[in-house]
């Protein structure tokens, strides 16, 4: 049995760490918040840019002399995978789902046939994949979490980046994998193609307006448009994933830390139960050694 001093310090090494946990559960929240506005405000751009991309892609789908942001290369083959994931951890099984998914995908994709490379954006999930997919990673972006918002220019670094490989013919579809922030206790792993563009490439969105043909007159034309707006919609789309996983990861640290802080309370109880037995049995025991030393007398 352990002494009682052995009881007193666990019990006070547990109660510091309730109170680190406890700290870092507010100061999720507090960041959530922030990330949740900035979410809830780029929803409607991004809708609004998707469904403007859609109706002019639909115009111009007979076109196969297009941009081949739309049209892509012809082929199939190369795919480029950008998972973005945490830079810390301490959020539950946020970046483990995610890798987790990924894995998936890259057996799926490869069963098929395909040639598929992996870009990181996110230390969590760099150092989660590298170790399954050493050859398979091509680069990787971090630090961008150490920042209190997620900026256009982070996402515009990862964007150019995209568009640079694929206009080196390095890669024929590139694909977003992400967390999707759905509610606080939900954030799911879903992967959103964004080169060669598909209507279907946006997050489902069951409030979303339908996006109904409309008899437009474009000026100038539009393979001129598109190929002026794909290269800004891929910033878009990085940018709002990258929003989303911000949202997700403090989701999930403020309820991986919740639950941190309720488990350290019910091990305190149970310690501090422990210790008054183990004191009570102490003092008993030198109860009748007193008691059977005055009798031997």
Not at 23 to 35: D, E, G, Q, T
Request: include cysteine; hydrophobic fraction near 40%.
């Amino acid at each position: 049995m352990p002494s009682l001093k052995q009881y007193r310090d666990r019990i006070a090494s547990v109660k510091s760490t309730r109170k680190i946990t406890s700290a870092m559960k507010m100061v999720a929240a507090s960041k959530l918040r922030k990330a949740q506005e900035q979410a809830e405000a780029s929803q409607p751009y991004a809708r609004a840019m998707q469904a403007m991309l859609t109706r002019l892609a639909s115009a111009a789908q007979n076109n196969s002399a297009g941009p081949r942001l739309l049209v892509g290369t012809g082929q199939d083959t190369r795919h480029l995978l950008v998972v973005m994931s945490s830079d810390r951890g301490l959020c539950g099984g946020f970046n483990a789902n995610l890798i987790r998914f990924v894995r998936a995908e890259v057996k799926r994709l490869q069963d098929m046939g395909k040639d598929v490379k992996i870009c990181c954006v996110g230390r969590k999930g760099r150092d989660g994949l590298r170790r399954t997919f050493p050859g398979l990673m091509v680069d990787s972006f971090v630090s961008f979490g150490a920042r209190k918002r997620v900026q256009y220019e982070d996402a515009d670094q990862v964007a150019q980046y995209i568009l640079a490989q694929f206009a080196g013919q390095n890669f024929d579809v590139v694909t977003l994998v992400y967390n999707e922030f759905r509610s606080v206790l939900l954030q799911k792993p879903v992967a959103q193609q964004i080169i060669p563009f598909t209507a279907t490439a946006s997050v489902s969105n069951d409030n979303a307006p339908a996006i109904t043909p409309v008899p437009y007159t474009f000026e100038p034309d539009e393979g001129e448009l598109l190929a002026g707006l794909l290269p800004k919609n891929i910033g878009v789309q990085v940018f709002r994933a990258m929003i989303d996983s911000a949202a997700g990861e403090q989701a999930a640290r403020m309820t991986a830390m919740d639950n941190a802080t309720r488990n350290a309370g019910d091990l305190i109880k149970r310690l501090t139960l422990d210790y008054n037995r183990a004191r009570q049995a102490y003092i008993t025991k030198e109860l009748i050694e007193i008691i059977s030393g005055a009798e031997a007398v």
